[in-house]
């Protein structure tokens, strides 16, 4: 029986297949340009359909899921004919909800002008829907709601899939849609598992391994606006200052309530911020002013009881160090927005500690003029220890000097109206509204080469080695001589761990174990003074101690349902985690654990999981219940 559903599920299991025209030249790596400004999503342009359709649309790192609009949207502004699409629906919006610019010939799709285009069928699961309410941004609530559907794909005007599948959109509040190139599954309720970008790849031998690299630089005359690259199978090493050094990625996650990677997260184990004397790149400040300017500005900081050194070189360099903890936090490469987003109790912290240094930083409504003289002077750096690889950020970076704009925002996003010509500085940081983690903004990648092996499960970065860039570098073929393909198997040329690689982050786990879901039989035994509840429903069935007694006690029994729960919450690191699993075993479980490192988070997972959750000296009931399991798998 069991044998025949195998057979079954292989012969009816259908995957997406693509093949590339005659112009793939079996290279392994494929390149990606995309394009942006500091305030706006990066955005990459294809053609779709056939005949080809142009498209512009967000490049996402950390999903890996494509969609386009389509142009029945309902949010659209025609710009033509100057009405609301919605006049053809029942639809009614608010101001803020229309787009005016996703009726752009570049923003919309016409599936009924491509000759090639499909829906999916009912089979096929064919609903497509996108939520990103949750997202840091509060500007950014997009909502998608849609069909899945499959074209032809060109990218780079050389190669292309002949079946892409994509979800189209019928509704949206956005103005443009997305391109996912990430191997984490996020943003989306579909359970279309075959529409990984990077697994058709894959697949199809467009590369052979799931790697992705990036950088970005602004333009000379257009300091607002960036060009990058995103290399897919490989690595452009004339971009590596020195070695990669890798990190590993981890769940920010509790691993019972999400056990699957779906951030590029990795682990930051302190966090300063440091103030030094030097003077910055075009200050005009002398020596004598920055040592002034840099002990005026020691003088007025609330340190309180943060932990702080004041160090000083042989070249009299003065350098003023704050920790704001030495506490291991996840921390996101975060592609969104310029932002750089903190816990809330470190934001507070910096906030507290800087406001004598202005008058007005801790004010909702204020311009920063005290604050942004020190910092466009002074060399101070936000200071990220990832595993022991330090990234310093310029504060300097995260202050756009608002002078000649009419309006400025606070850190709340409201955006305040003011004179062109007045002084106002809008910092470029803010308080996590999603917990305790921090994001670095995207803007890190004009300084910072990194690269994502989701099949080592890796983050390699570097400073940028910025050669000599030409618009033609970044927008134009691949230099093969310049890259490194990198095979299945193959290591990644050139890369160090991070000195402190094996000590990562977990989440503060909170395990548990229900024993049951449905309506079922309680019976309580008791056996060698040790007291068994055994809980038995249609699909689960599980014993665990619950106390121990002095003398043979009968067995009772009741209608369920009933529902047992073991809680336990660990608040440390490696020795804990063991300690933890000597505490199950040593009441009657055993468990398969996640096979990690055990200075990663561990648990139990949930019964629906397929962790095999057993009782001591009842082995031949999970052999049963095993069986069973497998057997409703299938059926």
Request: negative net charge.
């Amino acid at each position: 029986m069991l044998l025949s559903c195998i057979v079954l599920f292989l012969l009816f299991h259908s995957t997406v297949k693509i093949k590339a025209n005659d112009d793939f030249d079996g290279k392994k790596v494929i390149k990606l340009d995309f394009f942006g400004n500091e305030q706006n999503d990066s955005f990459i342009e294809i053609e779709l359909g056939t005949p080809p359709q142009p498209l512009n649309v967000t490049l996402d790192f950390d999903s890996d899921l494509t969609w386009v609009i389509s142009d029945l949207n309902p949010y659209c502004f025609d710009i033509d004919f100057q009405f609301y699409r919605s006049y053809y629906n029942n639809y009614s919006y608010s101001y803020d909800d229309i787009l005016y610019f996703c009726y752009d010939k570049q923003g919309t799709f016409k599936d009924a002008d491509s000759s090639t285009f499909d829906f999916f069928s009912y089979d096929e699961n064919p609903i497509f829907s996108v939520n990103t309410s949750f997202k840091l941004d509060s500007e950014d609530r997009t909502v998608a709601t849609g069909l899945w559907g499959k074209d032809v794909l060109w990218l780079n005007n050389n190669w292309n899939f002949s079946t892409f599948p994509f979800g189209l959109a019928l509704s949206a509040n956005k103005q443009l849609g997305t391109f996912g190139i990430s191997s984490f599954t996020n943003n989306t309720n579909s359970n279309n598992q075959d529409l990984n970008f990077l697994d058709l790849l894959l697949e199809n031998k467009f590369i052979e391994r799931k790697i992705v690299s990036e950088y970005f630089r602004f333009n000379n005359n257009e300091f607002f606006d960036y060009k990058g690259v995103a290399l897919i199978g490989g690595i452009d090493h004339t971009k590596i200052d020195g070695n990669l050094t890798v990190l590993p990625i981890i769940n920010r996650y509790d691993y019972n309530i999400n056990p699957y990677i779906k951030h590029a997260d990795v682990t930051l184990s302190s966090f300063s911020i440091k103030i030094s004397n030097s003077v910055i790149t075009n200050s005009n400040f002398s020596a004598e002013e920055a040592d002034s300017i840099f002990d005026i500005a020691v003088g007025l900081l609330t340190l309180n009881n943060l932990n702080h050194t004041l160090t000083e070189n042989e070249n009299d360099e003065s350098m003023l160090e704050i920790q704001f903890t030495d506490k291991k936090y996840p921390i996101a490469l975060f592609h969104e927005g310029i932002n750089y987003y903190f816990p809330p109790s470190i934001f507070d912290d910096i906030v507290q500690g800087f406001q004598n240094l202005d008058v007005s930083f801790n004010e909702s409504i204020s311009n920063y003029t005290d604050i942004y003289f020190i910092l466009k002077n002074l060399n101070c750096h936000f200071s990220y220890n990832l595993s022991g690889y330090i990234i310093d950020v310029p504060i300097n970076n995260l202050a756009t000097n608002m002078t000649y704009f009419n309006y400025y925002t606070d850190f709340d996003n409201n955006h305040h109206n003011k004179s062109k010509g007045d002084l106002a500085i809008s910092f470029s940081f803010r308080k996590s509204n999603i917990g305790d983690i921090f994001l670095l903004g995207k803007m890190i990648f004009t300084n910072y080469y990194a690269v994502y092996d989701f099949e080592a499960g890796e983050i390699g970065i570097s400073k940028l080695l910025n050669s000599n860039s030409t618009d033609e570098e970044i927008t134009g073929d691949i230099n093969f001589d310049n890259v490194d393909m990198i095979s299945k198997y193959q290591s990644l040329p050139n890369t160090i761990q991070a000195p402190h690689y094996s000590d990562s982050y977990f989440v503060y786990v909170t395990s548990y174990i229900s024993t049951a879901r449905y309506d079922s039989t309680k019976v309580e035994t008791f056996t060698n003074y040790t007291s068994w509840t055994t809980t038995n429903s249609g699909r689960y069935l599980i014993s665990s101690i619950v106390g121990s007694y002095d003398s043979f006690v009968t067995t009772s029994s009741g209608t369920g349902p009933w529902s047992e729960t073991v809680t336990t919450t660990i608040t440390g690191g490696t020795e804990e985690v063991t300690s933890f699993k000597s505490y199950l075993r040593k009441n009657g479980f055993t468990a398969t654990f996640p096979n990690t490192s055990a200075t990663f988070q561990s648990g139990i997972e949930n019964l629906n999981s397929a962790n095999n959750i057993q009782v001591y000296n009842f082995s031949n009931l999970v052999l049963l219940l095993l069986s069973v399991f497998i057997y409703l798998l299938f059926i």
